[in-house]
């Protein structure tokens, strides 16, 4: 991979990958040398190698800008977006932005998903040459909490008696608490109740990452129910919102389902890469994948097959291979979880969504 970077005019990304290739094998001869030549053609200090040394990479930026969408309606919640960024920027954001933050790998096999896997299917979206992908492999993933699914609607007296110690909360400045009770509105599909609730917000807070958050799952959950009074596009905009104040892996894969909604699949990919550049930076060395981790491998599974469509044939086979072997550690681990139906009642699942799935569960 360093040759192909080192090709392709990227010679920092070389480095890096040459610098992965040695700490995979100290005795890769070609490898170091590559790496030392580059280092002495830049003035860089060079490095001695062995199996104990630690490796570093370069953070990719979070992809945080927004796609503004002329029909959407106007509300004070949402900020004007931002212009979006290629999605073939991987290794290191532009240099207008540029905040080179070493952060240590946990594990080879987390390495492979920010350096290896983003940068073969963001290239491959993007039409543009690349090597041989080669498929993320991250084992250290952090257990956080499941993003919940909906279940069963309750008692009209049950929904009145949460919607009012939700606003209560609110009222009284218990946001948290106040959260909470909108979320269990949301399982249960109370969505007028949430809304409701959700309006006591005090004007001091309707900025918190949180509440856009919770606004954007109403609208979400409300668009699919085709209630003409919300739009995916609402969601998309409340949740970009939210994760540019406070990035957060369930943010950022609720980000990559609006984004795949609209058909932007670069914006998707880059949303569902950043959820496991966090997901690795909570990481406890735990083998068990998260969740969140496993939505994001179906999210990027998802995006690779469907841009296979428009690419010529040889990266089509590529970029479908992609697919089936993140599709196959998805099911691996949390066969269940990912099943028809438990999809149909995950809030986040759309049906054109679930209907990809399936339709990429089809190839063999």
Do not use: C
Request: aromatic residues 6%; without cysteine.
């Amino acid at each position: 991979m360093g040759v192909a970077l080192e090709q392709y005019g990227r010679v920092n990304q070389a480095i890096v990958a040459y610098e992965m290739a040695v700490e995979l094998d100290p005795q890769q001869q070609s490898a170091q040398q590559n790496l030392r030549r580059l280092q002495v053609a830049h003035n860089l200090p060079t490095q001695n190698f062995s199996q104990n040394s630690s490796l570093e990479a370069a953070q990719p930026q979070n992809p945080k800008e927004g796609v503004q969408v002329g029909s959407e309606r106007t509300t004070s919640e949402s900020p004007t977006p931002a212009t979006p960024t290629p999605i073939d920027r991987i290794f290191a954001p532009p240099k207008a932005t540029l905040r080179r933050r070493p952060w240590a790998i946990i594990g080879v096999a987390s390495a492979g998903v920010v350096a290896i896997g983003a940068w073969g299917i963001s290239r491959a979206i993007s039409s543009k040459p690349q090597p041989n992908d080669i498929l993320p492999q991250i084992d250290a993933l952090n257990q956080i909490p499941k993003t919940p699914a909906n279940s069963s609607t309750p008692s009209k007296d049950e929904t009145n008696d949460v919607t009012a110690l939700a606003i209560k909360n609110f009222a009284q400045g218990n946001l948290r608490i106040g959260q909470q009770e909108v979320e269990a509105l949301l399982d249960r599909g109370a969505l007028n109740a949430a809304d409701t609730a959700l309006a006591a917000v005090p004007r001091s807070q309707v900025g918190n990452p949180s509440i856009n958050f919770l606004r954007g799952r109403l609208a979400w959950q409300s668009a699919k129910t085709g209630n003409r009074n919300f739009r995916a596009e609402d969601a998309r905009r409340f949740w970009d919102t939210a994760a540019k104040g406070k990035p957060d892996p369930v943010y950022f894969n609720a980000l990559g389902f609006a984004y795949y909604a609209e058909g932007n699949l670069q914006r998707a990919t880059d949303a569902w890469f950043e959820s496991l550049r966090l997901l690795e930076q909570q990481a406890t060395g735990q083998a068990k994948p998260s969740p969140d981790g496993l939505t994001a491998y179906a999210g990027l599974a998802l995006a690779s097959q469907k841009s296979a469509a428009t690419q010529p044939a040889d990266r089509q086979a590529k970029l479908r291979g992609e697919a089936v072997r993140l599709r196959d550690r998805v099911l691996q681990a949390a066969p269940e979880t990912f099943h028809q139906r438990a999809l149909s009642n995950n809030w986040l699942w759309t049906e054109a969504a679930i209907k990809d799935w399936l339709a990429l569960q089809a190839v063999k």
